[in-house]
């Protein structure tokens, strides 16, 4: 780990998506609701195209079923119809719980608003887990499991097989939280190129069918996206710019604000709560409905077509037949109750634009268009809340709610492969999350809580290899950052720069008769003010370096002292490949009396005659110094979350492969009773026939149709 007075250099890298490529057969692109998963699909030969799950629907419900620790219909509309009958089986809104410890309050809002649903707090960690039978089940895994389902219906509509994949997420999500979706994405076996905003995308998805009117004057776009369990304002601009060959349009976000906890599912519960106080009002029952899940279960599915059907009319009947101990529910709910029940919800709605200005550093008026997104939108209180803050602008819905996102995702998956060829167009993405790196010594400069812990090992073991006191200095610690294209802030390098000393020493050791006795030089007396010295009989040397770190003692410790930040510039420039030009001028020696000059010019009549000596110096002179870099090992800890380790994957995957396993025998055996049961079907046809009679026995028969009998019975089975 780093010492204390280790010198490191920090170099962050915002990666270009531009220039980066990838080459498969064909793409997935997940874009992963809360509610519903949309899936795009792009390959060759086919457009670009939303694809269609088991039951033909372009949505899939982003839910999943386990009983008996067996998957039973358990994706999309199967796994939801069976919620009212099996609550505490049904798991949805998963991507609320992402690299969450227990204590998050999105956890502990998740506990309340589905209280059957049994989750623990992992033991010796921090995040929660679902226990299902004898196996517990991470956030991860059952994330993995819906992208699992979400690949098998795409390759069956695709007919081929896919693994690459892009994901849309919501922007606000955090470090840890985008590496637990890769996670995910691993035990899934898909190879993840890119997570991808929900408002980068979306904005792309705009801008790619109006390519003809962006010009060089910017076009600024605020989309207002309202979903089920959040709410996010993204500013766009769009315009066009010099490229490689001549104007592309390009898209920049400017800005974003978000509230993370303000959506239509806040609504549907609050509804969920007025049906409930309807029901004990009107109906009376021996024990409280509350604590029927089936019956909470029922009323939260009516609840959300209820939202639905008050966005078009002024009031409705929920109806539940058989709601609670055989007693049928019918209220009256209109939409002025509904309003009541969101006005404190009202004063956020507008939190979100406020802040994406702010960030974005622009007034309203400067904004071209407003657009909506999410089903949240739909809300007619919301409009008119929306509308009283915009003013005289319109708010546009031109913009796909359900596949605007996919569509868009689906566009710069083709622009990253080299199999695809698309009209070029310019993202620049934005990471709203500020990075700082700084080197732990005793106490941070800073009380910004700490995201991840990185720790160096391997420095002693470098140095004690390749440093070597009479030859060698060491430079410091070059650890290299970067952004990569899904926003997550990785090391590219950790090495131990180790380079030969400058040639101030080597002449030192050349010309000085103390050096040559093994006799400490004048050099070892100006230490402390970097000054070497070359004493001859002639004249003496100073070297340009303002700093000449000191052998003496403990070899490390006094290069560290003494290299300063120029020391390390200067030193990083020579790393990075200066020309050899600029590094010989560097290494020219300077004489006291401020004249300068190289070594052959001033040296003196008794340092000519030592021919061998000024030839090895000159040989010496010209070359660049050698410089070695020594490979480090990083690790990386994360104080506040447990992600996922290479044991934790391998572990989740056998789960996976093990209902995958349990799935290929229950369609083999489907397969198998279905040609038994059709053989069967012929063979009864057959005994009948006059042909079979003509040349069989009573008992032959007797004994086919009884075979027969015990096939239709299931009997056999």
Do not use: W
Not at 223 to 248: C, P
Not at 281 to 291: A, G, T
Not at 394 to 419: C, P, V, W
Not at 525 to 543: R, T
């Amino acid at each position: 780990m780093l010492g204390g007075k280790d010198i490191v250099f920090f170099f962050l890298h915002f990666f270009n998506p531009v220039g980066c490529c990838f080459s498969p057969v064909a793409f997935l692109v997940v874009f992963y609701h809360r509610v519903i998963v949309q899936v795009g699909l792009i390959k060759p030969g086919m457009p670009m195209e939303i694809v269609l799950n088991r039951e033909s629907q372009r949505k899939t419900p982003s839910v999943l079923s386990i009983r008996n620790n067996e998957r039973c219909l358990l994706f999309g509309d199967a796994a939801q119809a069976i919620a009212s009958r099996h609550p505490a089986s049904v798991y949805g809104h998963l991507l609320d719980l992402v690299a969450k410890h227990a204590d998050h309050p999105s956890v502990v809002l998740f506990r309340e608003r589905f209280p059957q649903l049994r989750m623990e707090k992992e033991e010796n960690m921090s995040t929660i887990v679902f226990p299902i039978g004898d196996t517990v089940y991470s956030v991860e895994t059952l994330l993995a499991m819906l992208l699992t389902n979400v690949r098998e219906f795409t390759e069956a509509y695709a007919e081929t097989a896919i693994r690459d994949v892009v994901i849309s997420i919501p922007v606000f999500f955090t470090h840890a939280e985008r590496l637990a979706i890769e996670k995910a994405t691993e035990i899934a076996k898909l190879n993840l190129l890119q997570l991808i905003s929900d408002g980068t995308a979306a904005g792309l998805n705009y801008g790619m069918f109006r390519r003809k009117e962006i010009t060089e004057k910017p076009q600024r776009l605020l989309i207002y996206d309202m979903g089920s369990a959040k709410t996010v304002a993204t500013i766009v601009e769009y315009k066009l710019v010099k490229a490689k060959y001549g104007n592309e349009p390009k898209m920049s976000v400017l800005g974003v604000g978000f509230d993370r906890r303000l959506g239509g599912l806040e609504m549907t519960m609050r509804l969920r709560d007025l049906l409930v106080k309807k029901f004990n009002e009107n109906y009376k029952s021996q024990n409280d409905v509350i604590r029927n899940e089936r019956a909470m279960a029922k009323l939260f599915k009516e609840a959300e077509r209820l939202k639905q059907v008050l966005s078009a009319n002024l009031d409705h009947f929920a109806q539940i037949e058989s709601l609670h101990e055989e007693i049928d529910m019918r209220v009256q709910v209109t939409r002025e109750e509904f309003n009541r029940l969101i006005d404190d919800l009202l004063t956020r709605l507008v939190v979100p634009i406020e802040q994406s200005l702010k960030m974005a550093e622009l007034q309203l008026d400067q904004i071209d268009q407003v657009v909506l997104m999410g089903a949240g939108t739909r809300v007619p209180k919301v409009q008119e809340e929306l509308q009283k803050f915009i003013k005289g602008k319109e708010l546009g819905r031109f913009l796909n709610t359900d596949e605007a996102i996919a569509m868009g995702a689906l566009y710069q998956a083709a622009h990253l492969s080299k199999g695809f060829k698309v009209r070029p167009f310019i993202v620049e993405e934005l990471v709203i999350f500020p990075v700082q790196v700084g080197q732990f010594h005793k106490e941070f400069d800073s009380l910004l809580p700490k995201l991840n812990t990185i720790s160096v090992f391997g420095v002693a073991k470098a140095l004690e290899n390749e440093l070597k006191p009479d030859e060698t200095d060491f430079v410091g610690v070059k650890i290299g950052f970067l952004v990569d294209l899904s926003g997550v802030l990785r090391i590219e390098k950790a090495e131990a720069v180790i380079k030969r000393k400058t040639i101030t020493k080597t002449i030192s050791g050349f010309f000085s008769k103390k050096a040559e006795e093994g006799e400490p030089t004048d050099s070892d007396d100006k230490k402390d003010n970097g000054i070497g010295e070359a004493v001859n009989d002639a004249e003496s040397f100073q070297s340009t370096d303002k700093k000449l770190p000191s052998t003496d003692g403990n070899p490390l410790n006094d290069v560290v002292e003494e290299v300063d930040k120029k020391d390390v510039n200067e030193n990083e420039k020579q790393l990075d490949g200066k020309k050899e030009d600029e590094a010989q001028d560097d290494m020219k020696l300077e004489s006291e009396d401020g004249k300068g000059g190289t070594i052959e010019r001033n040296a003196s009549t008794e340092q000519n005659k030592e021919n061998t000596t000024s030839e090895a110096f000159t040989k010496e002179r010209g070359k660049t110094p050698e410089v070695v870099r020594v490979v480090l090992k990083t690790k990386e800890e994360y104080p506040t979350v447990h992600l996922m380790s290479k044991d934790d994957v391998s572990a989740a995957k056998k789960i996976l492969e093990q209902f995958e396993k349990r799935e290929r025998n229950a369609r083999e055996r489907a397969v198998a009773v279905n040609e038994l049961e059709s053989y069967t079907f012929d063979v009864s046809q057959f005994i009948e026939e006059e042909e079979y009679i003509k040349h069989s026995t009573e008992t032959e028969r007797k004994l086919l149709q009884d075979e027969v009998g015990q096939v239709f019975s299931g009997r056999i089975f």
